[in-house]
């Protein structure tokens, strides 16, 4: 099997006014980024924007780019309302829609405090996770969904309409536990690593060990459940990037950085977007325009 070909995706936030969110996405997309993506939080980090509402207007102002959550937090809705969600965003979209799904990330409890749901230690959002999974998945596969959980519960569920993308919209899982870890294995298309080790640990070589280690262990869950490991694309956000390393100062470090994490198995880059610290724009509008086809081209 073959490596899959290299993408690059863009993270922005929703903040400023729409405007100006639409001109940041149809600039994106007017660069050659393959995917854009938002986050999902109601109070943490105050964003301006409900995301899956802004995502429908956002997309109906693109036609090439795939755009999703990084990622959605499975918390805050019901998973066959959730599902039918998805389903009219693959349809408005015609079939650009990536599935971005977490547990929830709101290290401070804003975002809970906010709509008044209680702070879940990890184990309990892992278990709520799983059930969601188990109902999203099989409904946007077409399936007519019943189901008994401890936490979420549907009787007979259906979309009505089969996604335009098949089985479903490809769905990409971030978490870092090993609970997670077996869930992304059995579960999901995609599985990206966050941003956790750049912004704790630093040091470049540092995170890329950390990052090869967390490779070595999911590779060890799809082997437990008898999955071909090389059927999981790999995606990291690096959206705090240390000060040591910025892969925009120049072609060779862009090289360089995609290099090295293509090589521990990385299929997609995702960088947060943030105009006012790329060193220069003429460098930036290079890599985007020159390099990064050419680096898809070789990959």
């Not at 969600?85 to 906010?114: C, F, K, W």
């Not at 979420?152 to 009505?160: D, N, P």
């Not at 390393?245 to 994490?261: C, H, I, K, L, Q």
């Not at 060193?279 to 081209?297: N, Q, V």
Request: with cysteine; proline share 7%.
């Amino acid at each position: 099997m073959t490596a899959p070909a290299i993408s690059f995706g863009m993270f922005t936030s929703l903040r400023g006014n729409w405007d100006q969110l639409v001109a940041r996405w149809q600039n994106i997309e007017a660069l050659g980024f393959d995917s854009v993506w938002v986050p999902d939080h109601v109070g943490f980090l105050m964003p301006h924007f409900e995301a899956w509402t802004a995502l429908a207007g956002l997309a109906s102002h693109t036609s090439r780019i795939r755009f999703g959550m990084m990622v959605t937090s499975t918390a805050f809705r019901n998973p066959t309302v959730f599902a039918k969600q998805v389903l009219t965003l693959d349809h408005l979209s015609h079939g650009r829609i990536e599935l971005g799904l977490g547990a929830g990330y709101d290290p401070e409890g804003t975002d809970h405090a906010m709509i008044g749901l209680p702070g879940w230690e990890p184990p309990e959002r892992v278990r709520r996770f799983r059930e969601v999974l188990d109902i999203v998945d099989p409904l946007l596969r077409g399936e007519t969904v019943t189901f008994s959980g401890r936490y979420y519960q549907a009787t007979e569920a259906l979309l009505g309409e089969r996604c335009v993308q098949t089985p479903r919209p490809p769905l990409t899982i971030a978490g870092y536990g090993a609970s997670m870890l077996r869930l992304i294995a059995r579960y999901a298309n995609t599985f990206n690593s966050g941003n956790l080790d750049a912004r704790e640990l630093v040091e470049p070589r540092a995170v890329l060990a950390a990052t090869r280690e967390r490779y070595a262990r999911l590779d060890e869950c799809c082997l437990e459940i008898g999955r071909d490991p090389r059927t999981l694309r790999r995606s990291i956000l690096r959206f705090c990037l240390p000060p040591t390393e910025n892969p925009w100062v120049s072609v060779d470090a862009f090289t360089d950085f995609v290099g090295r994490y293509r090589e521990i198995g990385v299929d997609e880059l995702i960088f947060g977007y943030r105009p006012g610290r790329w060193p220069d724009p003429a460098i930036f509008e290079r890599i985007t325009t020159e390099l990064m086809p050419a680096l898809r081209a070789c990959s």
